[in-house]
């Protein structure tokens, strides 16, 4: 396996609050990781790192060899590393069509209009991508009429469209109702392509368990796991400082 990712001695500092310390990952192509914690464990702080929404006091991030620790979000994006958001950041007024056709638009590097005629080749775009995430029911549907689920799955929808190397998740099944959760992650994993390398916040050990090929479980700004999902949940530090269930 080729490396695509690497997080080298990363540190960061709110104050007196150490969110990472001397964080050290390598991500392989393809690899599905899920990052687990207790919340302030500092997961979204390593996420927000990697996507250059934060830059660290100290350390490095690079992409195929490429340092771009000092990279803005929007260069990081353009690169290869994308996301989705805890909640999602799509325009509310605006339908799940014209979601997707102003992402795109912006993909191709084009200012598009949500209200500009769509031409055939953006229609059979966002045609796919509808299909892909199975959102055609809820193709006119205004944003913010749609349940959470759906929402996640533009998101996520509109994180596809810049074709990433690095996806990275921000807790993908919160606020989706628990029969929802693994028909969501279904989804959300048959949709993306096979060989990219996938980063998700999760809370749920059983989504953990079920679509992690490898955990990273986080405490205090630290990693205190890096292994194989079964291998990290029975981990006892992790049992007793983020799962609870500590013999």
Known sequence: MSVVLEARNLNKSFGSVVAANDINVTVNRAE???????????????VNIVTGYIKPDSGAITLEGRD????????????????????????????????????????????????????DAMAEAIDALLERFRLGDYRDQTVSELPGGVRKL???AVAVTR??????????????????????????????????????????????????????????GRIIADDL????????????????TAG
Not at 78 to 87: I, P, Y
Not at 165 to 189: C, N, R, W, Y
Not at 197 to 216: C, G, K
């Open 154 to 156: 533009i998101d996520i």
């Open 32 to 46: 599905r990781l899920g990052l687990i914690g207790t919340n302030g464990a500092g997961k979204t702080t390593f």
């Open 163 to 220: 074709k990433p190397k690095v996806l990275l998740l921000d807790e993908p099944t919160s606020g989706v109702a628990a029969e929802q959760k693994f028909a969501l992650m279904d989804i959300i994993m048959s949709a993306l392509d096979s060989d990219v390398t996938v980063l998700f916040v999760e809370h749920d050990m059983d989504i953990v368990s079920r679509y992690a090929q490898r955990v990273l479980a986080f405490y205090d």
């Open 68 to 119: 771009i620790t000092a990279c803005e979000p929007r260069v990081i994006t353009k690169e290869g590393v994308c996301r989705s958001f805890q909640v999602p950041q799509l325009f509310l007024t605006l339908t799940t069509a014209q979601n997707l056709a102003v992402a795109i638009g912006i993909a191709q590097g084009q200012a598009f209009s949500p209200y500009a005629t769509i031409d």
């Open 229 to 244: 999902p079964q291998a990290v949940l029975e981990n006892q530090t992790v049992k007793m400082h983020i799962t609870g």
